[in-house]
Every structure is written in C-alpha cells, then in structure tokens.
C-alpha cells in the first residue's frame, strides 16, 4: 500500500487504518434547527484476487464516500487516493456547501490528469456517496457518483438505487436495449462512461437527499454489487441492525461470491434528523428497487416511447472492444496483476 501524505491532516479516517466504526456522530447544520445524526460501519478489502486494494473510502463527518481506482501498476490507487484527499478538509465542517463539494471533484480530476501526465492511460478512479452539506434549509446530503460505484438507500424495507451507474451497460438498459438480467452478465459491464481523471472535464451526477429517521444508506464499490446480488445486499441491510455487523456481512457475502475485485462498503444509518425537506429529482430514474419480496425489474419502455440514447462506445461492438474506460477485467491466473 503506498503511503500518501496529508499535510498536517491525520490520515486515520482513511481505510485501511481503523475508520471510525459505528461511532455516534451529529453534525449540525447552520440552519437554525437543521441537525443529521448518523451512525456508521464500513469494510474494505483487497478481495481474494488481486494484489492491491484500489479502493479508497472516506468516512468521518460530514464525508462518506468510496473511490475505485483504475490503472495498472498502482496508478489506480493514486487515482482513489487523490480523489479521496480532496475531502479531507471538509472533516469536521457542518457548513460544507454543494459548490465546495464540485470544486473538490473538479481540483481532483486536475489532480489526476497531472499525476497521469506521461505515465499511463486510463487512470482514473469512480467517486460515489454522500456529504453532509449545509442546504437551503439546513443540513442535507449530498449525492455524488461518477462511474459505477453506487448509494443505495433503505426506507422502510425497500431498498433502490440512488445512483445511476455511467456505463455502457446503464446507457443500454436506459435505452430499452438489453434487460436487467442481461446487464448483469453483459461482457462489456465493466465499461464505465464518465470517471473522475479522465477527460479534462468531469461531470459529476450531484443531487440533494433529505434524510429521515430510521433510513439506513449503503455506499459500495462494485466489488460488492458485481458479485452480490441486489436481493441479497437488502436482506443484509433489513435483516442486520448494526451497521457495523452489516459492513462486515456484506464485505463475507462478496468474497464468499468470489471476492474478485477489492471491496469496499460504508453501511450509514439515519438517527435523527429535524429537518424537512424533499428530494431534488435524481440524475436519472431509479434504476433498481428491491422491495420486501423478490427484485423489482423497472418496466421497459415501448419501443416508440425509447429516446435513442447515442452511445459512447459504439465502435468495434463485434470484436468485444468499446471506447470509455475500460475497468480491468478480472485478472485470471495467466494473465495477473497488471
Ligand atoms: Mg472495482
């Protein structure tokens, strides 16, 4: 693990040093009665094939966010990591605002491209979850995602999708293309469309969620949603209360499935809350909603009613090679670590 500094910033809320687990935390905003209570548990590992754990999280109020490096040779984990730095001084703030939290995404993605300058294409990292920002009406979070990391939320038993992946598969699915089931055997699910470092612009999906009570919010890289079903991921968030136990169940669940990419959980629970706001509209539809019985598949669209999406990777489909990222694939014993 290569050891990044921080200036005067401890690094402890930085996997893999001991994050603070399931520890009580109330951040206030600086709305006169705005107050978001949390508790939180996370897990992350290399998973049982690779070499390095890629991954990043931050998870210490008002940040919790999970980022998966891609590259070879270590620069995947550069990518996480300096993605992950650009957080740390919101630590402790209560009056973090939603154009603070752009600009960090925007100086991470310079950050990249600069140390990628020369060395190797395709470095990158996804970004997702959830900052504690300072809103029009107090204390909120803040959705983030790029890529294909993911938040979930569970609000009275169902689990959905808050996040919509930017993938070749998601942009096919959103088309009426290919079905659910087939997304999650496609050949091509590891393309992802938009990555933080990348293209000199990144287009972050930044939306507005008001917590309430009893909510319990789950933030992963996709080493725990591609090797575990999403059934299987709410009965552990249903069926666990302690979001600590939850983390380490859902981090088992995925490499008991294979464990074939690093992992990384942040399982956060709702408290308290008095705020009262509602949702901005999500970047895009929920995708996924697994309701107390069985998975939910969204209707697809008739075919007169389907917006032709104009797809990024397009080219070369026959041969199995698209354009965007291309998340390394599964390294097989042959092939190794990159
Ligand atoms: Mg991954």
Redesign the pocket.
Known sequence: MTALTFGSIDPSPWWPRPVDLATWVVVEGTGATATIEVRFGTASHTGLVRDLNE?RLLASTPVFVVA?G?GGHEAGEVASSVTVERFLPFLGRADVTRDEVAKAIADANAEVRRRSEGIIDGIGT?LAGLVVVDGVGGAEFLGINVGDSRVYRLRAGRMEQLSVDHSYVQELLSAGRITRGEADSHPQRNVITRAVGVDPEVEPDLWTISPDPGERYLVS???LH?EVDAESIAGVLRGVDDCQVAADELLRLALESGGR??VSVIVLDVIGTDTDLSDTSPPAPVVVEVPLEGVVVPERPAADEIEQVPLTPTEETASGVATGVL?EDVPSADKGQS
């Open positions: 991954d998966d891609m996804t890289s996709d080493g591609g990419d690093n998340i």
